[in-house]
């Protein structure tokens, strides 16, 4: 039988606060198009420090969509739920009032006014819609891969003319990034990791 854990607010806060120091404080994002630009030969990715700023910010935010997606797939386990099954009852109210206090947490450490907060819930929407399971692929009808659309969207901030190295860049980069939301996860929670 499952250990009935409890589920804190402010869990939501310390999570949201993690992830938003490994984007923004941390430099994983700004690593990421460096080692991009070098290792493609593609310096005019990073040819200035604004410009490399100015897509920082863009796919940092990305970044985030992708981790908040793995946070809402992973929180069940908590509760002694397989990932990404359903909450019911006292865990679904424990997980809305979690995620009341993780969005705020995370508009706040990107200082987003509220518009931009309502486009990142609009995006993570989106994000969620093209999840495995979500949607299905036009050919063959087998379902996506996880970071289809990180690396969709994030490759086309990258470098859209080489669509190809820039998408499989950061299909690499995402399974870095839910590496890093497991063990954040597992630090604040008490999870055991899932593979």
Same mark, same amino acid.
């Given at each position: 039988m499952p250990r009935t854990q409890k589920l804190f607010p402010s869990y939501g806060s310390a999570i949201a606060n993690a992830l #938003? &120091?490994?984007?923004? =404080? $941390?430099g994983i994002v700004r690593r990421f198009i460096l080692r991009y630009a070098v290792e493609? %030969?593609?310096r005019a990715v990073a040819a200035s420090a604004k410009q490399v700023s100015e897509l920082e910010e863009m796919i940092g935010r990305e970044v985030l969509l992708a981790m908040t997606i793995e946070v809402r797939a992973q929180l069940p386990r908590f509760f002694?739920? &397989? &990932?990404? +099954?359903? !909450?019911?009852? $006292?865990?679904q109210a424990a997980a809305d009032a979690f995620f009341r206090e993780y969005f705020s947490s995370l508009g706040r450490a990107g200082d987003w006014p509220l518009e931009e +907060?309502?486009?990142f819930q609009r *995006? !993570? *929407?989106l994000y969620a819609r093209m999840s495995p399971g979500e949607q299905k692929t036009r050919s063959g009808g087998g379902f996506k891969s996880p970071a289809e659309p990180f690396a969709d969207r994030c490759a086309i901030l990258l470098d859209p003319s080489?669509?190809?190295?820039? =998408? &499989? #860049?950061? +299909?690499?980069f995402h399974a %870095?990034?839910? =590496?890093?939301?497991e063990k954040i996860l597992s630090e604040t929670l008490r999870l055991r990791p899932s593979r």
């Open positions: #938003a &120091r490994a984007v923004w =404080r $941390d493609n %030969e593609r002694g739920k &397989r &990932r990404g +099954a359903s !909450l019911a009852g $006292d865990a +907060a309502a486009q *995006d !993570l *929407d080489m669509m190809e190295k820039a =998408r &499989r #860049a950061a +299909a690499g %870095e990034m839910i =590496r890093a939301t």
